[in-house]
């Protein structure tokens, strides 16, 4: 740009001062010419023909120099067509150079953001880094070297190695971030050097070229701009190095990040290997508590108190993070205010730049005016010029006319020369006339005229002196003639004094005029110095407007990078929405496909029932033959002890149903902990749903700011633009009212039609200089105002994007407000389903509880009926022994057979309460069992429970298979024992018939027929009894069939299957010992020794289990409480890091609302990135404790099922 005003200003100023050269050059030879002649005509000319002579030279002179300047003329009409065709070539030229260095300029500008953008990026890329924090410290280390492919730079000393996670890495990365930032400040102070330098070189080709520079100065500008063009060039490789640079710096900070992720993996696999290494200790510690020795005991909770510690630890490196980080936002808010106070001052400066830009407006408008008047001023001094070369030969004619008749006069009157005067008057007349119409065009023509006409009177002249004789008449004809002729001449002497005097005033007025020249010359030079003035202010102010606009545009590129920031925000809002609800699809799925296998299951186990049921139909039956077989003959021992292994086996399987009520109690606690576990992570996330609406409203407002300050800047920008516009308005009418005032003095000037030829083409020149650099800074100036207007234009268009871009965010934030509504809905929807499952658990756990309880009291009181028939059955048998009147025994059996009979109603009773709770339990347990799954967030979890359900299901079946196997068995066993003793029971009916027979002939001998009908009625009383007695089983055995249904129908449940299985094994123990007792009454009281003696080893077993039991509850309940004493003391660890967040943003948003809005932005949005940072790692670390605590609560049911197991 400056180069071609420079080549532009040197052409047109070589150009026009030859041509003012010449045109002074012609004026000075008119002027001193006119002076030459007028003095010449004052001289007396004595003889005629020198007088000839001398007019004929002259005019011969005259013609020379029309014919030389003619070619003057031609010459320069030449160099003016070269001259307007080298300008118009060297514009286009310069044009050219213009818009390519409009493209370099615009592509330095793009590739200085983009450096900006990568500058940025690596900042954050660096502060995310720094604010990774460690969840445990662990002992590995990792070294990594980081190479750099630039080979401008060097990495820091020190930078290669990284040890440990909490050690020497953090240190390193925030060197290295100093490092990058010192860097970068390099870089940038190199680019604003080399600015610096290029606006040096551009303000010194613009600097104003001294007059009769020539050649020389345009030499010296093309060197210019080859400097510049070397200095650009030398530019762009800094940037190339820059750029080189911080791709160099982007790859190491990409290695440092990979080696970090890698080291935070290999880091959570060790923190796996080793929670899994405590838990197989914890296990093994557990499973056998009555051999573990006390250091064993006390292993696990020093492991857990080290693993405390080094929380702790982690918990104090994040607090003095925090406080780091505290720090740094302190010192941005600093540079954020020295920023903001910069921004006023360039406000101020702008609107400086404002007033001086309209002051260079209204002095731009003076100096196209003066130009113009400089214009008419050449175009009036060409008509002056003409008009006195008219003039000067309109005087020459009259000269020469003169002196030829003065010639005339001088010589001696003869009678011959009467008609020659007369033909000379005539001449004069004729030449007067001529001199009027012809005036100037016919100058040459007339002279050559005159020289025919005064050759032809001379010839004349000769020949009337020749011829001699003439009369008198015609000498006085003559002398008349010559009396008019020198009447004629006095006139034309008259008239030369009076051109004279004319002259004379002439002169007076030019001097006037020069005068008047020289007053203005001197009123414009101060003018001139005014404008330079002017114009060097208007250049400052100019410069101070570009920064002014640059920071404006870097400004516009930080919103822009706002906007965009937020839109990818956005955008990772929405994606993770929809990550949400594709893992709420997936858990729909898969909680679908768990209720279709559990409900396989269902059928698979309601299958397993039947044939289950019709086993022990068939069991049953078996067992009522070998009863009756065993009632009719007491000789089958073998029969007896197989029912003794029976019972040994049922015992053994209500020790199991024990161990499995058990397993479903310590399943309700453990759903206990894990309700209010969920119930913790809902009110947690409840809690950071609030967060990120009280974020989200934050940014609302911080949106809402800015779009009010970009709305108050355009109206400002507008009320400038109109004032500007008046004041322009004002200007071009103050330059009218001036161009009239110049016009007047023009007018002035031209009235006094005379100048100094040398005095005016000097100022010419000058003037013509003025107006050359006086149209260099308009055009100039006109092109920045262009290009204001444009930038005007684009900060327009960016800011209306903006506002688009910021009403696409904020309809983007309502969008996730009433997503957030629906979300926080939800939850508080899924927390009231917990807390009625909770309350369900609580209410079924105390029904469970009060069953329990139910079922010991019913085990006591069939105790005590127990030991009530063992006394009746001793008194039965003693009143057996000894003969007794039939009529007290009587009573005595339905005494007996009422007790049986109330029994057996009180059996009943207990088994419909048992059936109708059972019934509800199940129900509740099934209705907990649904909420629960729906409740179930992790999709790992469920699916290792329902791959433990399917192995659970998978192993039942096989124990039903093998059960059922062994019942057919044991059935086919047990029907070759009814026919077998079918067989022995045809043979002893034949032994009993006889016997009776003999019975009855030794009866009718003794005693006679009352003796025979006494013994008739005991032996129906006992068949009687022995009925009563077996329906009393049959019913027993139902019951034992709607237990085992019932306990069956439990085992469905998946939540808690191990709990009811414990209360159908502890019913089914109580069954079988209600079978025992009643086997054992129907079998006699032959064995009554053995059955006491076997029950009290069952009551001692019973005691000793319960205190080992008892032993093992309130150990796991101390490691419980415990552990649950950690797990509150570190979500109050936890719980105090988010008060320390919540205070640091607080004083965030303090220092967010001290700052200016506007400039604050970024810090903010920086500051809530760190904050997000901080709450996803105080996350990770809940997560992990969270972890911990279901990896301890699993060992401890482990150890509490291996503890019920041994």
């Known amino acids: 740009m400056s180069s071609w005003l420079g080549g532009l200003g040197s052409g047109l100023g070589q150009s026009l001062g030859q041509v003012g050269g010449s045109l002074s050059s012609f004026t000075g030879q008119i002027s001193t010419f006119t002076k030459d002649m007028l003095l010449e005509g004052v001289e007396e000319v004595g003889d005629a023909s020198t007088e000839l002579l001398a007019s004929s030279s002259k005019l011969e002179q005259v013609e020379a120099e029309y014919e030389r300047l003619k070619r003057i003329h031609a010459e320069l009409e030449e160099k003016l067509e070269a001259s307007e065709i080298q300008i118009k070539r060297q514009s286009a030229e310069y044009r050219t150079l213009m818009q390519q260095k409009d493209v370099e300029i615009s592509h330095l500008k793009a590739r200085q953001s983009g450096l900006q953008e990568e500058v940025r990026k690596l900042q954050h890329s660096a502060q995310s880094v720094t604010s990774d924090p460690a969840v445990l410290p662990v002992t590995t280390t990792a070294s990594t070297t980081t190479t750099t492919s630039s080979s401008y730079m060097s990495r820091p000393p020190g930078a290669a190695l990284h040890q440990g996670f909490h050690g020497s890495s953090d240190e390193m990365d925030f060197s290295d971030v100093i490092w990058s930032q010192q860097e970068i400040n390099r870089l940038s102070a190199e680019l604003m050097r080399l600015e610096a330098e290029v606006s040096h070189w551009r303000s010194v080709s613009q600097a104003s070229i001294p007059p009769g520079a020539g050649n020389g100065d345009q030499g010296e500008v093309l060197k210019l701009q080859r400097i510049i063009k070397e200095l650009r060039e030398e530019m762009g490789r800094e940037v190339d190095e820059h750029q080189h640079e911080l791709a160099a710096l982007q790859d190491a900070q990409r290695q440092k990040m990979a080696d970090i992720t890698r080291r935070h993996r290999d880091e959570l696999a060790e923190y796996e290997e080793r929670i899994e290494e405590l838990e197989e200790q914890k296990h093994t510690g557990g499973t056998s508590p009555a051999t573990v020795n006390a250091p064993q005991d006390s292993s696990v909770p020093s492991d857990l108190q080290s693993t405390i510690q080094t929380l702790k630890e982690a918990a104090e490196e994040q607090e003095e993070r925090l406080k780091e980080l505290t720090a740094g936002l302190e010192e941005a808010g600093r540079r954020q205010a020295t920023l903001q106070q910069e921004k006023e001052e360039a406000r101020a400066e702008n609107a400086e730049l404002l007033q001086n830009y309209t002051r260079l407006q209204t002095s731009v408008t003076e100096l196209q005016t003066r130009v113009q008047e400089q214009e008419g001023k050449a175009r009036n001094k060409t008509q002056l010029d003409q008009e006195i070369q008219g003039l000067r030969k309109a005087l020459a004619g009259a000269e020469e006319e003169i002196s030829r008749l003065k010639s005339l006069q001088s010589e001696p009157k003869m009678e011959v020369e009467h008609a020659d005067v007369l033909e000379l008057n005539t001449v004069t007349g004729t030449l007067r006339k001529e001199e009027e119409l012809v005036k100037q065009d016919k100058v040459v023509l007339y002279e050559l005229t005159l020289q025919e006409r005064l050759a032809s009177a001379e010839g004349r002249v000769e020949s009337d002196s020749l011829d001699g004789g003439e009369s008198s008449e015609q000498l006085s004809g003559l002398r008349a003639e010559l009396e008019k002729s020198e009447q004629s001449l006095r006139e034309t002497q008259e008239e030369r004094d009076t051109l004279l005097n004319e002259l004379e005033e002439l002169d007076r007025q030019n001097q006037e005029a020069t005068q008047h020249v020289i007053s203005v010359k001197e009123q414009l030079s101060v003018q001139l110095k005014e404008s330079e003035a002017e114009v060097a202010r208007l250049k400052s102010e100019l410069r101070t407007a570009t920064d002014q606009r640059v920071a404006l545009q870097q400004e516009l590129q930080a919103q822009q990078e706002k906007l965009s920031q937020s839109a990818f925000t956005l955008n990772d809002l929405h994606m993770g929405k929809q990550e949400l609800e594709g893992t709420v699809k997936v858990l729909r799925d898969k909680l679908g496909q768990a209720t279709e296998m559990g409900n396989e299951a269902r059928r698979e186990t309601q299958e397993h029932q039947r044939t289950l049921q019709e086993r022990e139909e068939q069991l049953s039956a078996a067992r009522a033959e070998l009863c009756e077989a065993g009632e009719r003959g007491r000789e089958s021992g073998g029969s007896r002890e197989q029912l003794e292994k029976e019972l040994e086996e049922l015992s053994r399987e209500l020790a199991e149903m024990r161990s499995s009520q058990e397993k479903v109690m310590s399943e309700d606690y453990e759903m206990k902990m894990k309700n209010q576990r969920l119930k913790t992570e809902a009110e947690q996330a409840q809690g950071r749903i609030e967060e990120l609406a009280r974020q989200v409203r934050e940014v609302q407002a911080a949106l809402s700011r800015t779009v009010l300050e970009k709305d108050t800047r355009i109206e400002a920008l507008k009320l400038e633009k109109s004032q500007l516009e008046g004041e322009l308005v004002q200007a071009e009418r103050g330059l009218q009212e001036q161009t009239r005032q110049y016009q007047q003095t023009v007018e002035e000037l031209t009235a006094a039609r005379s100048m100094d030829a040398s005095a005016l083409q000097t100022e010419h020149e000058r003037t013509v200089r003025l107006n050359q650099e006086k149209d260099l800074e308009i055009s100039q100036l006109r092109r920045d105002v262009e290009q204001m207007a444009s930038d005007h234009r684009d900060t327009n268009e960016m800011l209306s994007i903006t506002v688009a871009g910021q009403k696409q965010l904020t309809d983007l934030l309502q969008e996730k407000d009433s997503f957030m509504e629906s979300l926080r809905s939800s939850m508080a929807a899924t927390q009231r389903e917990m807390e009625a499952a909770v309350q369900a658990a609580t209410e079924e756990a105390g029904a469970l509880r ?68 059972v019934q509800a339990l199940r129900r509740r347990m099934e209705e907990q069992r649904d909420r629960l799954l729906s409740s179930q967030q992790s999709v790992q979890a469920q699916q290792n429970e329902l791959d433990q359900a399917h192995q659970r299901h998978e192993q039942s079946r096989e124990n039903y298979d093998r059960l059922i196997h062994a019942k057919d068995e044991e059935i086919g066993r047990l029907q070759q024992e009814v026919d077998h003793l079918g067989h022995t029971r045809s043979s002893q009916e034949q032994e009993v018939v006889i016997l009776q027979q003999e019975d009855k002939t030794q009866s009718s001998l003794n005693n006679g027929e009352n003796c025979n009908e006494k013994h008739d009625l005991s032996k129906v009383e006992i068949d009687r009894l022995v009925k009563g007695i077996k329906e009393k089983e049959t019913e027993i055995s139902q019951l034992n069939e709607k237990n085992l249904n019932l306990t ?84 109050d660890i936890v719980a105090g890091k988010e ?67 041994s």
């Open 1139 to 1205: 008060a320390v967040l919540l205070k640091v943003q607080q004083e965030n948003q303090r220092l967010s609302t001290m700052s200016d809005p506007s400039g604050s932005q970024e810090m903010f949005r920086e500051t809530i990135q760190n904050l997000s940072r901080i709450i996803r790692c105080s996350c990770v670390v809940i997560f992990g404790g969270q972890k911990d605590s279901s990896s301890v609560g699993r060992a401890r049911r482990l150890q509490q099922d291996s503890g019920f197991d």
């Open 850 to 917: 009060a069953a329990l309880e139910e079922k010991d009291k019913q085990l006591g009181g069939m105790k005590e009926d127990k030991s009530h028939l063992k006394e009746e059955i001793d008194r039965l048998r003693d009143q057996q022994s000894r003969p007794q009147h039939p009529g007290l025994a009587e009573p005595r059996t339905l005494d007996i057979i009422t007790e049986l009979e109330t029994e057996i109603s009180q059996l009943k009773s207990s088994r419909d309460g048992l059936g109708e709770e």
């Open 1048 to 1131: 069956r129908q439990l085992d469905q449940l998946a939540v808690s299957r191990e709990e009811i299985g414990k209360l159908s094994q502890m019913v089914l123990q109580k069954d079988l010992e209600i079978q025992a007792l009643h086997a054992r009454v129907s079998l006699g009281g032959g064995s009554h020794s053995q059955d006491m003696m076997f029950l009290q080893q069952q009551l001692q077993a019973y005691a000793v289990e319960r205190e080992q039991v008892l032993a093992v509850l309130n150990e796991k309940t101390r490691e419980n409480s415990q552990l649950r004493s950690d797990y509150h003391r570190i979500m």
